[in-house]
């Protein structure tokens, strides 16, 4: 069974930083683009970033850009997100997601980890 578990989301202030991390079992990470999506209240869900399988290329959504990272590290079956510079839009459930395709979709979903941006 395909288990992705999120971890590291919470509160934090404005202009503060976060580190979400994903941890995976069941599955190889090996060969999977690896990414993250957001979701907030009353909105639909919004590709945050992703990581090809190799981590040599990364794709980061606009309104993150320049303030978020991610990584990864296949041997640990692993992905994170550092998120900087927080404010109160990047408010929403994160959710990590394996084996995306394009921005839109992927074959696994984790459950969400909830990150609230205080002003």
């Known amino acids: 069974q395909v288990q992705l578990v999120e971890s590291g989301g919470g509160l934090a202030q404005a202009g503060g930083f976060l580190r979400l991390s994903c941890a995976t079992s069941g599955l190889s990470l090996r060969g999977y683009r690896m990414g993250w999506f957001r979701q907030a209240p009353g909105k639909a869900r919004e590709f945050v970033a992703s990581?090809?399988?190799?981590?040599?290329?990364?794709d980061i959504a606009d309104s993150v850009k320049g303030r978020f990272t991610i990584s990864r590290d296949n041997a640990k079956n692993t992905v994170s997100l550092q998120m900087r510079s927080l404010n109160s839009e990047d408010t929403a459930v994160y959710y990590c997601a394996a084996g995306l395709s394009g921005r839109s979709t992927a074959a696994y979903w984790g459950q969400g980890t909830q990150v609230t941006v205080s002003s």
């Open positions: 990581i090809s399988s190799s981590g040599a290329y990364t």
